[in-house]
């Protein structure tokens, strides 16, 4: 679990790293606030990584899957520097705080709890596809009051999350201890983790943050 929580800090600082760089040189205003279809491809390849790492770890070498984590990483970074561009830096930075907060607690109760929280895995992942096709439909609809319930489950869901994916990492460390799945599987927990976190402290934003 050290080593998944220290590849997942490590992956999240990396993205703010590379968030505020590209946003405090202007070329985030360029890329991401102009036309052309660099900035759909920058939205875009965060997903692309998630999906190569999620159904080809297994065909995947460690060293592959580890450039393939960091890359993920730095191509968020890359993505996210538009919160820069819409929220003050110091309600990112309060956000940001409050969400690493909560999630050092839930990630610890999903750690330390005897309850079996793996009744929750199936209603959370539906919950989040549900969410998925509200963001969807609210591109269209561009409703104030709907996207404020969409942050708010957000949240929530994101909070489960983090709990839920913590107990199961923890009970996958039993299964694949001693085998060569064992550093693949601390970068998927790791995986895991950072989105849980960047989804939480993204949601969380929309409720805290000021606008520019």
Known sequence: MLSVYNYMASGVLLTGIVALLFASTGAAAQVLGGPGILKYVIMLAPLAFVLVLSFGINRLS???AQLLFWAFATVMGLSMASIFLVYTGTSIATTFFAAAAAFAGLSLFGYTTKKDLSGMGTFLIMGVVGLLVAMIINIFLQ???MQMAIS???VLLF???TAYDTQRIKSLYFEVA???MMSKTVIMGALSLYLDFVNMFSFL?????QRR
């Open 62 to 64: 460690t060293g592959t």
């Open 159 to 161: 909070a489960g999350l």
């Open 152 to 154: 708010f489950i957000g």
């Open 143 to 145: 409703s104030t009051a």
């Open 205 to 209: 934003l929309q409720f805290l943050g």
């Open 178 to 180: 001693g085998t060569d």
